[in-house]
C-alpha cells in the first residue's frame, strides 16, 4: 500500500507505477523515452573497441530489434584492458571483434537479434547504411567517420559519432536533413591527418601512427553519452547539429553547436552561403 | 584587436593580436605551434559555439578581448 504522502520521484506517477518484473520495466519508467519506439529500432554499431564495447552493452540492454556490429579486426590481447565483451580466450585465438562482441552480447539479452558483420565500413554504402534508424561510429580514423557521416546524412539516417584520446571524448549528433554534420565540423588540422594516413594513390599508408592513449572510464563517459544520444533521438527528443566534448582532467562536459558550412562537401562545399546557418 | 586562446589540454592561455580578416584557421596553426602541440586534429569554440575555422575573425563574430579555446578533437575509439 503506498500512502498518498508518500512523494512519488518525477518520472513515476499513478499511471505507470508498477511493480513488474520484467526485463525493461525501469527503463520504460524514463517518461523522456518511447521505449517502443527504442525497441523496433535497428542499429548499427560501427566499431567494436574501447567505445564500441560500451555503446554494444548499453543498446543491447534497450532491446532493440536489431543490433548489428560492424568491425574487421581480430581480438588482440593488449584490447582486453578496455573492451570487456572479449575474454582472453578470444585474444589467444584470434576471434574476430564483431564475433566475440557479439557472443557476448547474446548472453547478456536473448530477445535481439544480433548481428555480425566482419568488414571495413567503409566497403558498406547507402543503400546498406538506409537499412538502420541510427548508426553509431566508434571508429578510430576520420576516413572511416567521413563515410559513415556522408552515406548515413544521404539516406537521412541518424549518425552519432564517438571519439577518444585519453582523458578527452567526444560525441557528435548527426540529424539529417536539417542540421551540421561531422564533416562541417572538419578544420585543415583534419585533413593534414587525413593526408598523413593515406598516400597520394589513395592507399592507406603503412606507416607509424601515434598510439592513441585509452582509459577504460573515459570510454565508458563518452560512449554511455553516445548511446543516450542515441535513444533520445529515436525517441524523437533530441536535435542534431551538437557536439559534446568530455575532459577527465576536470570532469567537465561541454555542450557545442555545430553550424552548417566551413568545408563540407555533404553541404556544398567551401563555404557555401546558401548553407550558412 | 586581442584574443585570448586557452589551450584545454594544458589549461594554459595566451593573448594573440589578429585582425578582423586573420582566418581562425591561422590562429588554430599558431597556437598548436606555439604550444608544441603534436600533429593531430583540433576543434575551436567560442563558448558554446564551435568556430568554422575557414572563417575570418570578422566572419565569427568575434570581438575584442574573447576568449576562444582550442581543443583536441579525440580520434580514437
Ligand atoms: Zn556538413
Request: contains cysteine.
Amino acid at each position: 500500500m503506498i500512502s498518498d504522502r508518500v512523494a512519488l520521484p518525477r518520472q513515476m506517477n499513478r499511471d505507470n507505477f508498477s511493480l513488474a518484473s520484467g526485463r525493461y520495466s525501469r527503463i520504460s519508467l524514463v517518461t523522456d523515452f518511447d521505449l517502443s519506439t527504442i525497441r523496433q529500432s535497428r542499429i548499427c554499431v560501427v566499431g567494436a573497441g574501447a567505445l564500441g564495447n560500451e555503446v554494444l552493452k548499453n543498446m543491447v540492454l534497450y532491446g532493440p530489434k536489431k543490433l548489428t556490429v560492424v568491425d574487421n579486426d581480430r581480438v588482440e590481447k593488449s584490447n582486453l584492458g578496455r573492451c570487456f565483451l572479449f575474454t582472453s580466450s578470444d585474444a589467444r585465438a584470434g576471434r574476430k571483434k564483431a564475433d566475440a562482441a557479439i557472443e557476448s552480447l547474446g548472453r547478456m539479452n536473448e530477445e535481439v537479434e544480433l548481428e555480425a558483420l566482419v568488414s571495413d565500413a567503409r566497403e558498406f554504402d547507402d543503400e546498406f547504411f538506409s537499412g538502420f534508424d541510427a548508426v553509431a561510429g566508434c571508429v578510430d580514423n576520420i576516413s572511416s567517420r567521413l563515410h559513415l557521416n556522408s552515406n548515413c546524412y544521404h539516406r537521412n539516417i541518424p549518425y552519432v559519432d564517438g571519439g577518444l584520446d585519453g582523458l578527452m571524448g567526444r560525441v557528435q549528433v548527426v540529424i539529417p536533413p536539417s542540421g551540421a554534420c561531422y564533416q562541417c565540423s572538419l578544420n585543415a588540422t583534419h585533413m593534414a591527418v587525413l593526408d598523413r594516413d593515406f598516400t597520394c594513390t589513395g592507399k592507406e599508408a603503412n606507416i607509424h601512427r601515434r598510439m592513441v592513449p585509452s582509459e577504460p572510464s573515459v570510454s565508458a563517459i563518452t560512449a554511455s553519452i553516445e548511446s543516450l544520444e542515441i535513444v533520445k533521438l529515436l525517441s524523437g527528443t533530441q536535435d542534431g547539429g551538437i557536439m559534446f566534448i568530455y575532459n577527465g582532467r576536470k570532469n567537465e562536459l561541454d555542450r557545442i553547436e555545430v553550424q552548417i558550412g566551413g568545408e563540407c562537401d555533404v553541404h556544398g562545399g567551401v563555404n557555401s552561403e546558401n548553407n550558412e546557418a | 584587436m586581442k584574443l585570448e586562446v586557452k589551450n584545454a589540454q594544458n589549461g594554459n592561455s595566451t593573448l594573440v593580436e589578429v585582425e578582423g580578416s586573420t582566418k581562425l584557421q591561422e590562429l588554430l596553426d599558431s597556437a598548436v605551434e606555439f604550444w608544441a602541440m603534436t600533429n593531430d586534429a583540433y576543434l575551436l569554440k567560442a563558448g558554446r559555439r564551435l568556430l568554422a575555422a575557414s572563417k575570418t575573425v570578422e566572419e565569427s563574430g568575434l570581438s575584442d578581448g574573447d576568449i576562444i579555446e582550442l581543443l583536441p578533437d579525440p580520434e580514437g575509439g
